[in-house]
DNA sequence: AATTAACGCTTTGTATACAAAAGGTCAATG
DNA sequence: CATTGACCTTTTGTATACAAAGCGTTAATT
């Protein structure tokens, strides 16, 4: 198994919490492989800022109220103007994909049951989902580069938690929004619905930071 | 010596070229080292996607031409916007080291004779410190993080080795119009002056592309 | 002569052993 | 009793050895 996307998941899914240290040994047994895997992946994670260096090794990095906020601003930032070149160079096979993508989000959401972690993690997939097509509907490699290694994930992530039936149905119309904006080539449009829909993201989770914090492991049943 | 510094520094050089291919072996017997830390430095460098990915070890990146006006986009986007932070956010001090930086930046510019890469070095280097004060300014430790990791770097560094010295004196103006509007905290003027300073630089960078790309080793006297 | 298969060489991926540094504990001394 | 210093343990940093996977070259057969 990839060392290092078994620990960027386990960071993202809570298994590793904040603050903890993460020594190469204890890695090392955990996923059967010698130190020499583990210390790459870890440099990686290092250089994408998922982990902070102390003076011997590394901890997974606790976000504090600011961060998230100073993170959202730049998410909104590149997302935004991703949604606006989006409206300008969309292909019909982009639209169709962005399409596919939110009609299986708008199913999710559909079956949503309160607290059920499947259909959450559907939900946080289909809606990662959609907006990576506009990522790449932009044409910018670049910026799918940098907002991949954007370090939001892990919070955003457990987010979804907390939505209640009202906030997801009106992040599927947002969605819808944004779609049509592109579809219809308005650019300032795409920007702007997509950076409200992001701050509205940001909303939810600065609401409920406290309780998200506190959802430690959401059962990893997603190992091979 | 640190292998990732190391690398990194020889690739911004020229020392090794677009599409050369980096082997461990060599790596580790011209840095004195095993080839674990240049294994290290390595999938670093990959992640910040100065190297690429081949089916066996990896290759200097070659940048497009396509490549650099998206990176410029991306660099205006978001330099742009460390720009309007920093004229609401700035202190008394950053506005000091802004100062500084350009007051040494014009200096170098008057000590400029063409074609002597030390002149160039400074000011290559005394260009970055201001740009580094402005970001660090802005008082998202996120953008500089991601900043930094902007692939940009490569080719505008040798970009210089084009400049006359009207466009010198003309970047200059520039840098001061930006110095003044962080003061005054005028931020839209700050982003706009910052976005086209940018823009500029690209133009220079996509005029001289080719001949950007034939300056291979900028005598390396950096070394220890 | 051309095409394919096999062998060997080169280079990466992984494991392990050894060196060095950091942190903690215990004892000694002021 | 507190503070400091030395030692001991733990964990990282580096080197090296070994396994496995590409790649090229050569030879054999059609």
Known sequence: MDAYKYIKEAIIHGKYEPGMRLGEE??????KLSRTPIRE?????????????????????????????????????????AASQAALYRTDEDIEKMKEANDRYEEAIERYKEADLNSIKEIV???????????SACKNPHIYFHLSKVVVVPLVFRSFYWYDEFEL?????????????????DSERAR????????????????????IKKIHVLKEDTHD
């Open 26 to 31: 204890s890695l090392a047994k955990e996923l």
């Open 41 to 81: 992946a870890i440099k990686q994670l290092e250089s994408e800022g998922l982990v902070t260096p102390l003076k011997r090794g590394v901890s997974v990095r606790h976000f504090t109220r600011e961060d998230i906020q100073q993170i959202y601003d730049l998410r909104t930032l590149l997302e935004g103007y």
């Open 125 to 135: 997939n289909f809606n990662q989902q959609f907006h990576e097509v506009i990522i």
């Open 169 to 185: 149905k009106r992040s599927l119309e947002v969605h819808k929004t944004i779609l049509s904006a592109i579809q219809n080539q």
């Open 192 to 211: 702007v619905a997509m950076t409200e829909h992001i701050y509205q993201g940001r909303d939810q989770v600065l609401a409920h930071l406290e309780e």
